[in-house]
């Protein structure tokens, strides 16, 4: 069993910025697509961002284009977002999530991710 396990979540003022790490628990080697998505108060979750096998391809979500961007470092099997210009409507419960591949919309259904992550909250305060 695959555990995603994620880091860097934390409180921010409106204009600040996050960067959220990502990396399998207990494995050495990792060819998956990568996805971002998050989860606010009484809300559906969302995706966010997904980056492809060699971080060629990546998409986001409308709300996050020109403030976040998706990396990923396979040296460390580990997938980033860095997220500037921070706004309160970011605050959610972000979540990562592996996917063996992904093609078309299917990059941006979580029905397409096998593991995911417990979560790792961003608050973002006016």
């Known amino acids: 069993q695959v555990r995603l396990v994620e880091s860097g979540g934390g409180g921010v003022r409106t204009g600040g910025s996050l960067r959220l790490s990502c990396a399998p628990s207990?494995?050495?080697?990792?060819?998956?697509?990568m996805g971002w998505f998050r989860q606010a108060p009484g809300k559906e979750r969302e995706f966010v961002a997904f980056i492809g096998f060699t971080g060629g391809a990546t998409n986001y979500a409308d709300s996050v284009k020109g403030r976040f961007t998706i990396s990923r470092d396979d040296a460390k099997n580990t997938v980033y977002l860095q997220m500037n210009t921070l706004k309160p409507e970011d605050t959610a419960l972000y979540y990562c999530?592996?996917?063996?591949?992904?093609?078309?919309?299917?990059?941006?259904?979580?029905?397409?991710?096998?593991?995911w992550g417990q979560g790792t909250q961003v608050t973002v305060s006016s």
């Open positions: 999530a592996a996917a063996p591949g992904c093609s078309g919309y299917g990059c941006y259904d979580q029905a397409t991710y096998d593991y």
């Open positions: 207990g494995r050495t080697s990792w060819r998956y697509v």
